[in-house]
């Protein structure tokens, strides 16, 4: 009996590629990264990315997946866990702070900061969706205050979700021009106090 491999492994580690891919497009967006700046990024030439990824918009929406899962759920947790969306907001809030400004990856949001730069509909709408979830997420939760008697009755809730969101687009592309995470934190108290009561 013969024994031995059957052709060779992969030559790269697929976590390890996604990890730099999602540095390269958090640094300069969807549509100024190049295949040449994936593949200088990944060590590997353009036929091993394309035989691993499929194309560029494919490796960027495993990219935004990953991304999502690492980075983004602070905010699913925070609005679970504390006991009324304002408090889930504050925390949210603080928590995007730290996240946007820590000097272990590039500033900002992904995801935020990807959908300025393109003139990619297809990409625009998929990046548009990802947000439209996190404005469901926060009108649910601030629904489901306003029907416990937490918030008042006459409360917007889809206005007040939307403000939400717009604070944390805003300190985003803040920590991109270079706040600090206190001068964030400062920011986001000062949005609580919009908050209604």
Known sequence: MVTGQRGRPRSFD??????????????????ATSISDLTASLGIGAPSL?????DKRRLFDEVVAVYGGRYTDFARAALSEEPTAGAGLRRVLREAAGIY??????????????????TSQDVAQALRERREVSLEMFERRIRADVAAGVLPAATDAQ??????????????QQSRDGASREELE????????????
Do not use: Q
Request: charged share 15%.
């Open 14 to 31: 697929r976590d390890a590629a996604l990890d730099k891919a999602m540095l390269a497009f958090w640094e300069h967006g969807y549509e």
């Open 50 to 54: 394309y035989a691993a990824f499929g």
């Open 101 to 118: 400004t820590d000097p272990a990856h590039p500033p900002g949001c992904l995801v935020i900061s990807a959908a300025v730069n393109t």
């Open 159 to 172: 206005a007040l979700a939307r403000f939400a969101l717009a604070v944390l687009v805003g300190m985003s």
């Open 186 to 197: 400062a920011v986001a108290e000062l949005a609580m106090g919009a908050w209604p009561r």
